[in-house]
């Protein structure tokens, strides 16, 4: 019974495995044998073709290939802040220098909970989490070495601890203890990267000079020596005449080539370019050979060391044949620094920058973002842009390309190739480096300031060669998400609406230049008005116009205590008054008349006769007298054309008339005062 029972399961299962697989003898044959001898045909097996079971290779899966793939299904949000603002909603940015601060403010407090961690380790010394993960953990920067030793002086060294390094080592040589050469090679690398200071998270990052020089007539081939010693100095820590380094170096009893690298290179970071070059000379008498490291630092300090741009040049490539001379290969840092140096050898670099790529393209090195920085600065700053070859085959090359951080300067390139474009005025080419920024992980080269930046460049261009449609298309995605408008951007727009004839606009642009904090700013205030009250328009948009400007006087108002309110001009108060004349608002437009007598303005023609026009339509004959008596206390010409309109466009009562009658006029006095000495003197 259970052999029967065993052999009915197998014969299920190879049933079933004939189903899936369709092989001979499977559900499909078996029925067609058995239909065959019920009616006496036969079926030939060999016109049915197996089906061919092909098993896929093994794919090995990224790490984050689920997490990459759950990215994919979502996309940006137009609507919302960056997502490091999204932590806590009160502190949300209104505008670019909010986002700053609050990016600043984030950044110093991580600084701080470091600094915190660094000082006082014996508040961190209990592991609370499970399970413990060792590199997330506060890292303990005691010394345990005590006593004066080579081995303290080491961990000392490791833990950056720059001054009680120094100490140490001056305690090692006043006990006549000898220290071997690779730790004060270690000492000299900490004091000269920290330039003899105290570590700091300011100080480990390299300092940028972002000074540039002036582009002068190529027949002048010398560079501004005023400008040459401010760059010089740009910022950062200075190198100090005589400081632990040179004292530690000059003692040394035995130098290698690591020492006078390490010595060069800090010179060179801190600005002290001739104290560089004169070591390097050393390191060449005393038969040494320099990294790779070192030539790209002195290639960087070429232009402080030469004035004249050929000079430059010719520095430059002799330090290039130094290293062919000692065997050293070059990097694609080196030629980024070549190409940086270029950017201030004037027409010079134009020539030699070409060459510098050709260069690097027979020794198959690819250039990175700083590469074609560097290149665009050659060709487009400090001059007229009139050709946009170099910068169309740089965009060719770099929408091919998803790059990765391999030079400090790589961060920089889209905004200075936004610059040209804009520049340029060349939109296609705008939406080219567009395109090359959404290619793989290019975005990130853009921080927070950056991207602001780089998108406030891009709209004002579009505001200046874009349809209106396509323009408002895109304030609209990305406004406040990918970057804060500028209150240049907001003029930009407002011509941008002004040419295209949407004025219809103006109030919820209006609403975000008061979310983003500019309502203060007198040249968009004058602005906004000027476009309002230029021409008449319809009803609906005059009343929405009204509103705008009812805000905007109420700007002019003080609004609480140490707010200083803003000084009417005499432009913004007739615009108000037009207006609020236009939108029927009889008693505000008289109100915003009043203004002109107490801020000492005068009124326009234009705007005398819109407040006429409106007390005409409101039958408000009382506000006409008014503005007649107002015009001949400030004594306008145009008074008695007023006066006259009054009496023929308002029906008056016999107390108006009276009261319209008896308005002095500054002509009239003046008249009489003459008549009267006249007869004196008769």
Not at 133 to 154: D, F, N, W, Y
Not at 363 to 372: F, G, K, N, Q, V
Not at 580 to 607: L, Y
């Amino acid at each position: 019974m259970a052999a029967r029972r065993a052999a009915g399961g197998c014969w299920q299962r190879a049933l079933w495995l004939g189903r899936r697989c369709r092989l001979p003898g499977g559900r499909d044959s078996y029925r067609s044998s058995s239909s065959s001898s019920a009616v006496g045909k036969t079926v030939d097996t060999s016109q049915v073709t197996p089906e061919e079971i092909v098993l896929p290779r093994r794919k090995t899966w990224d790490k984050l290939a689920v997490l990459q793939t759950l990215a994919s299904t979502v996309n940006r949000d137009p609507t919302a802040a960056h997502y490091m603002f999204q932590d806590d909603p009160f502190l949300m940015p209104r505008n670019a220098a909010s986002a700053r601060l609050y990016s600043l403010s984030k950044e110093s407090g991580r600084n701080a909970a470091k600094y915190i961690i660094k000082n006082f380790p014996q508040y961190f010394d209990k592991t609370f989490a499970e399970p413990n993960v060792p590199c997330l953990m506060p890292e303990s920067l005691t010394p345990q070495t005590e006593g004066v030793s080579e081995e303290a002086l080491r961990e000392r060294i490791h833990f950056r601890m720059v001054k009680e390094s120094v100490d140490m080592f001056d305690q090692l040589l006043q006990a006549g203890t000898p220290v071997s050469l690779e730790t004060t090679n270690s000492l000299l690398d900490l004091l000269c990267f920290y330039g003899d200071g105290e570590p700091t998270p300011e100080k480990e990052q390299e300092e940028k000079e972002d000074i540039e020089e002036p582009e002068v007539n190529a027949s002048e081939q010398k560079a501004p020596k005023r400008q040459f010693r401010r760059g010089s100095q740009s910022s950062g820590p200075r190198w100090r005449e005589n400081n632990h380094a040179e004292r530690i170096f000059k003692i040394m009893p035995e130098r290698n080539a690591h020492s006078y690298c390490t010595m060069i290179r800090g010179m060179v970071k801190h600005g002290a370019y001739s104290k560089a070059y004169d070591v390097y000379i050393d390191l060449l008498n005393e038969r040494h050979k320099a990294d790779v490291h070192t030539f790209n630092a002195l290639i960087r300090a070429v232009p402080y060391l030469k004035e004249r741009f050929i000079e430059r040049w010719e520095l430059a490539k002799e330090f290039l044949t130094h290293m062919a001379q000692q065997e050293v290969q070059p990097t694609l840092l080196t030629f980024n620094s070549v190409l940086k140096s270029l950017r201030r050898c004037g027409g010079v670099g134009r020539t030699m920058s070409l060459l510098v790529l050709k260069e690097m393209e027979a020794l198959d090195i690819e250039p990175s973002l700083a590469s074609y920085d560097h290149l665009l600065s050659v060709f487009y700053r400090g001059a007229d842009p009139q050709s946009s070859d170099i910068i169309s085959e740089v965009l060719n090359e770099v929408e091919k390309r998803s790059f990765t951080a391999q030079d400090p300067d790589d961060a920089n390139f889209f905004i200075t190739a936004m610059q040209v474009c804009c520049d340029l005025k060349d939109i296609k080419l705008a939406y080219q480096l567009n395109k090359a920024l959404e290619k793989g992980d290019n975005w990130k080269f853009l921080d927070v300031d950056r991207l602001n930046g780089y998108w406030s460049k891009f709209f004002s261009l579009l505001c200046m060669m874009e349809q209106i449609e396509v323009v408002l298309k895109w304030y609209k995605e990305m406004s406040s998400s990918l970057f804060y408008p500028s209150p240049r951007n907001i003029l930009d727009l407002l011509q941008a609406l002004d040419a295209a004839n949407q004025l219809e606009v103006i109030p919820s642009v209006w609403a975000d230049v008061k979310q983003l904090g500019f309502s203060r700013r007198q040249d968009l205030l004058e602005e906004f008005l000027s476009l309002m009250s230029r021409d008449q328009h319809p009803s609906e948009m005059q009343l929405a116009f009204a509103k705008c400007a009812e805000e905007i006087k109420a700007v002019h108002e003080p609004a609480g205590l140490g707010q200083v309110p803003l000084e009417w001009t005499g432009s913004a108060l007739g615009n108000v008054v037009v207006l609020f004349s236009r939108a029927g608002r009889t008693q505000d437009a008289w109100t915003m008349m009043e203004h002109f007598q107490k801020t000492n303005r005068i009124p326009t023609d234009k705007v005398m006769d819109e407040f006429l026009n409106c007390a005409k339509q409101t039958n408000c004959p009382d506000e006409a007298i008014k503005m007649v008596k107002l015009a001949a206390s400030l004594g306008l010409l145009s008074s008695q054309r007023l006066k006259s309109r009054t009496e023929e466009e308002f029906e008056l009562s016999e107390t108006q008339k009276k009261a319209l009658e008896s308005i002095k006029w500054d002509g009239d006095s003046s008249d009489s005062d003459s008549d009267s000495s006249d007869s004196d003197r008769e």
